[in-house]
């Protein structure tokens, strides 16, 4: 297979540094963060509906909170499935919603063969453009993101909880938290080149597509290596839905480097709880549809030793969807002997620059 493949895109063809190394079953592979944008097709899906370490909290949480209750199920997907697992749980009504034209019309012709068909209402669009009534008493939503965030959970569940919930209505998830340790990208695709995984370059025409222009999108890492960290993880960003719920955050945390080797960013993932009391599911150490996304701080690797700190300030506002966040990170290395080496990335839901830094220029090679 050639490392270098072509998509193309109206208006532009790029050129793509692909992976020429097998599929396998656990091999470290690079990805686009696709979950924060319109692209959902069959495969997506089923990657979903197979995450047994994601659908058995989602399960435990209705079946604790659906019975006797309406529901309302954010982005159900072309299988309804909150809606109708939460029906099953016992909900007395469920109110189905999703955006993407196909999956919603999958839905619908699902929707008949269902056990209770006339106990769910399916609509099409966004949640916070539509209304209904009565109000829910149990929201479920499964647009949660690698990068926790990144799917517009704060903004759709902060509008849902105003206007789609009862007062006092609850939300499903309970909570969901980032978290982020240093890395060297290199050192999370061992013997393998830094290119992303044949399978991943429609997702990146979607994408790109989607937008209209390419734009230096997240990076989504699977089976990373777990001794490929260089720090502990520590929280980057928080989400409380039944709670003090922001759609904007800022938080600087100081990520302590645990053993030596070479710095050029972070590696992200996801704790979630959908019941405040569970062991949360977390997206490094266990087998689920969330990935890790890598974002990059530094333009070359930068040497470290256990003593040295990264600090790091993490901050997300919507994007001009008014949905989505942007997120920015700065990145101060400060070493043991007093040296400071600075780095940052902006890192936008769409648009931006596209080949802004070292990493997607090797990415996409000019020409
Ligand atoms: C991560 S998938 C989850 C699908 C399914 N609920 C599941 O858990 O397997 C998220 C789905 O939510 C939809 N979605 C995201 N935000 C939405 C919103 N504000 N209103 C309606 N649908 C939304 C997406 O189009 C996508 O189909």
């Known amino acids: 297979m050639r490392d270098i493949q072509h998509i193309e895109i109206p208006g532009h063809t790029l050129s793509v540094r692909v ?22 097709d069959p495969f997506l899906y089923t990657t979903m509906t197979t995450d047994d370490e994601r659908n058995h909290r989602f399960r435990a949480a209705l079946a604790h909170l659906a019975p006797d209750r309406r529901i309302l199920d954010i982005g159900t997907g072309q299988d309804l499935l909150w809606a109708r697992e939460g029906v099953q749980a016992g909900a007395r009504h469920a109110v189905a919603i999703e955006v993407i034209e196909d999956a919603f019309h999958k839905a619908a012709a699902n929707l ?28 479920v939503a499964e647009i949660i993101g690698s990068l926790a965030g990144a799917e517009g959970a704060a903004a759709v569940l902060a509008d849902a909880r105003t206007r789609l919930l009862e007062p006092g209505g609850l939300v499903i998830p309970h909570r969901a938290v980032t978290l982020a ?26 994408i790109f597509g989607w937008h209209g222009s390419p734009f230096d999108v997240r990076l989504r890492v699977e089976n990373p290596p777990a001794d490929a960290l260089l720090s502990e993880g520590a ?24 053993r030596s080797g070479l710095v050029d960013g972070v590696l992200t993932w996801l704790n979630l709880w959908c019941l405040p009391d569970e ?12 990935a890790t996304i890598y974002l990059p701080l530094f333009d070359s690797p930068v040497p470290v030793e256990p003593g040295d700190v990264l600090e790091l300030t993490f901050a997300a506002a919507l994007s001009d ?12 290395l400060r070493t043991a002997d007093g040296q400071q080496r600075r780095g940052s990335l ?4 769409h648009g931006g620059a596209f080949r802004s830094h070292s990493l997607y220029r090797d990415l996409f090679p000019a020409g």
């Open 19 to 40: 992976d020429p190394g097998p599929e396998r079953e656990g091999r470290p592979a690079l990805w686009p963060s696709v979950g924060e944008y319109p692209i959902y």
């Open 112 to 139: 008949p063969a269902l056990e209770s068909p006339d106990r769910i209402t399916l609509l099409l669009g966004e949640s916070t453009r539509l209304r209904f009534a009565p109000r829910a008493d149990v929201c």
């Open 181 to 206: 340790a240093a890395v060297r990208l290199s050192d999370l695709l061992p013997e393998q080149p830094v290119a992303f995984a044949e399978a991943a370059l429609p997702y990146l025409r979607s």
């Open 235 to 258: 929280p980057i960003e928080v989400l409380d839905f039944n709670g003090d719920l922001q759609t904007q955050q800022r938080t600087t945390t100081h990520l302590a480097i645990t």
């Open 279 to 290: 062991e949360p599911l977390d997206a490094l150490s266990m087998k689920t549809n969330w």
């Open 321 to 332: 969807d008014r949905v989505h966040p942007d997120y920015q990170l700065q990145a101060v």
């Open 346 to 349: 902006i890192s936008p839901h």
